[in-house]
Structures are given as structure tokens and as C-alpha cells.
């Protein structure tokens, strides 16, 4: 099974997603609802317990990772008054449940107990990719002449901005966000986009990456160094290596430069693309924030 595979069957849930990833979800597969925080000890030791489950049982189960302080509508709705504590979820109801952190066995003879068994492993398919590459200049032009035509339609900015933003227009490209009215101006997508801009803005006198390397591999608690390689493999297009950087200065340093390690992170969130390596890594920081 590939590590892709593992991780789709753990994901972050919140009140926007609830309903459709765990409570429909749950009508053909089980949900394990795990409530947790970053300050709770005995989580850090659930977590990864459940998490193996997770990939043990083949997608016999989905693992669901509530952080309470973040989603405290979701912790009042399931009256949880203690973490870690687990929830099931089958066929769209609330099975069954347990406060505190389980050894492995136990939490087995629990699975056990409601028919839930290790399914066997299946292989992932190749990736098939049916559509062609979007060439983001062609885009580009392809949108410029979409708002001659309709000047008033704002989205249409914002999907040029986006675009720019691919082909290395960054000015033109926060010029035109500047200029988004305010309901578009907090969409999600510009937020990304002003993220972006800022990662970009970090590049513009910063040393190459040989240089940068160099100076981690004299000094590894050279912070500024890492942060800045972090970024520029993020626009590089190897975020995985880049939250590597940026993990490594939490590891080292949580409270650098008024805590640079943690929001390098949460700003990398945002713009990369790959869900499950956005969980892995969140789930990775919430670990070390734990300690």
C-alpha cells in the first residue's frame, strides 16, 4: 500500500466538513471521530495509535481528527468534556465511545467488538491523467479578454490575479487583489494567493539555495537560513521538502523570531496544493507542539 493510500483514510474534520466526511461518510464505512488539542498530553499518545489503526485496517475505518479549541462547536455538540476522547460513527449515528488514551490492544478489541476487522490491502491504481496541462500564459490572455467582455464581473480579477501569480506577474497580480471588493477580497483562493505573494516578497534578495544549504550545514540552528530555503523549495515546486525546513526551525526553536517556525507552516498550509501531505504535517506540528 502506498503511504498516499494510509493517509487518505486520516483527515482533519471541522464543522464545514462534518456532515459530508464523517456523517455521510459513515453510512458505508465506519468513522472513528478522535477530539484532541495541541496542549493535551495523553492525545500524543492516541494519536499515533489510531493513526496506525488507520493504515493497519485498510480502510476499514476512517480516522476523523477534531482539534477542539479550533472547532468548539463540534466538541459542545458531541458534550465532550474531556480529551482525548473517541466517538464512532456508523451509518450517519453516534455508535458508541471512550474517554482517554487506550493501549493498541485494547483499542482493537473496541473495533472488534462493533464488526470492524482489517480489510485487506489493495493497491493503488496508477494515476491516470486525462486532461491536458493548462498553460497558465494562455490563461492569462484567456482571461484578459473575459473581463473586456465583462468588466463588472469581479471573480473574473481574482481568477487573473491567480493566474499571474503562475507566470511570475506578482505586481500586476497584487494590484489586482488590492482592488477586490471585500466579499472576494477574504475568499479563500485570494487568501492563498496573498500568502503566495508574501513567500514571493521573501525571495527578492535572498541567497540562492547552494548558498543557503552551505550555511545550515556549518550552523544547522541557523534558522533564518532554513526559513528561507523552505520557501524558495516551496515555490520550486517541493513543498514536502520545504515543510521539512520549516518543522526542523519548530524542532529547534518554536519561539524564533516571535514564533516564525509555527506561522511558516500555517502560511505553507494554505498554499500547497497536496491535502494529505498538509494533514501529515499538521498532525507532525501538533505533535511537537505537544512537548
Given at each position: ?61 476512517l480516522l476523523a481528527k477534531v482539534d477542539v479549541d479550533a472547532e468548539q462547536q463540534l466538541a ?32 482493537r478489541e473496541f473495533l472488534k467488538h462493533h464488526g470492524i476487522e482489517p480489510a485487506p490491502a ?149 498554499i500547497v496544493q497536496d491535502e494529505d501531505l498538509v494533514g501529515r504535517y499538521r498532525r507532525r ?7
Amino acid at each position: 500500500m502506498t503511504e498516499s493510500m494510509q493517509a487518505s483514510y486520516v483527515f482533519d474534520a471541522n464543522a464545514a466538513n462534518f456532515e459530508a466526511d464523517v456523517l455521510k461518510q459513515s453510512l458505508t464505512v465506519p468513522v472513528l471521530v478522535d477530539f484532541w488539542a495541541t496542549w493535551c498530553g495523553p492525545c500524543k499518545q492516541l494519536g499515533p495509535i489510531l493513526e496506525k489503526l488507520a493504515a493497519d485496517y485498510n480502510g476499514a475505518f476512517l480516522l476523523a481528527k477534531v482539534d477542539v479549541d479550533a472547532e468548539q462547536q463540534l466538541a459542545a455538540a458531541f458534550q465532550i468534556r474531556s480529551i482525548p476522547t473517541v466517538m464512532l460513527v456508523k451509518d450517519g449515528q453516534l455508535l458508541d465511545g471512550f474517554p482517554g488514551a487506550l493501549p493498541e490492544a485494547q483499542l482493537r478489541e473496541f473495533l472488534k467488538h462493533h464488526g470492524i476487522e482489517p480489510a485487506p490491502a489493495v493497491e493503488e491504481p496508477p494515476a491516470v491523467d486525462t486532461a491536458p496541462p493548462v498553460d497558465p500564459h494562455a490563461e492569462v490572455m484567456r482571461l484578459r479578454k473575459a473581463i473586456e467582455a465583462a468588466p463588472d464581473q469581479a471573480a473574473l480579477r481574482l481568477d487573473l490575479a491567480l493566474a499571474l501569480l503562475a507566470t511570475g506577474g506578482a505586481h500586476e497580480a497584487e494590484q489586482l487583489l488590492d482592488a477586490l471588493p471585500a466579499n472576494l477580497a477574504t475568499d479563500e483562493r485570494a487568501v492563498k494567493a496573498r500568502t503566495q505573494l508574501g513567500f514571493s516578497a521573501l525571495l527578492r534578495d535572498a541567497p540562492p539555495p547552494t548558498i543557503l544549504e552551505a550555511a545550515i550545514a556549518a550552523n544547522p540552528d541557523d534558522l533564518r537560513a532554513r526559513h528561507l530555503l523552505g520557501v524558495q523549495q516551496i515555490v520550486a515546486g517541493d513543498p514536502e521538502a520545504g515543510l521539512e525546513q520549516f518543522l526542523e526551525m519548530l524542532r529547534r526553536n518554536r519561539g524564533f523570531d516571535n514564533g516564525l517556525p509555527k506561522q511558516a507552516l500555517l502560511d505553507a498550509f494554505r498554499i500547497v496544493q497536496d491535502e494529505d501531505l498538509v494533514g501529515r504535517y499538521r498532525r507532525r506540528m501538533a505533535s511537537l507542539l505537544l512537548v
